[in-house]
């Protein structure tokens, strides 16, 4: 029998934003340039990706 993968929780929308003293609320990740407000970029190690388009920013 195959092992069972492991399935990693996907963030909640509520963690994607910061909320200040005023009730503005800002982005706490990167949107992605191609796809525009509202698609964020997933956080690796050595790089910023979009999981709709593929878009890859590369860190220094």
């Known amino acids: 029998m195959a092992a069972k993968k492991v ?3 996907t963030p909640k ?3 994607l934003y910061t909320v200040d003293a005023q ?3 800002t982005t ?3 949107a992605c340039p191609r796809c525009g ?3 964020f970029m997933g956080e690796h190690k050595d790089r910023f990706s979009c999981g709709k388009c593929g878009y890859t920013e590369f860190k220094q």
């Open 13 to 15: 929308r509520s963690e």
């Open 7 to 9: 399935v990693k929780a």
């Open 23 to 25: 009730g503005k609320a």
């Open 28 to 30: 706490s990740h990167r």
């Open 37 to 39: 407000a509202g698609v």
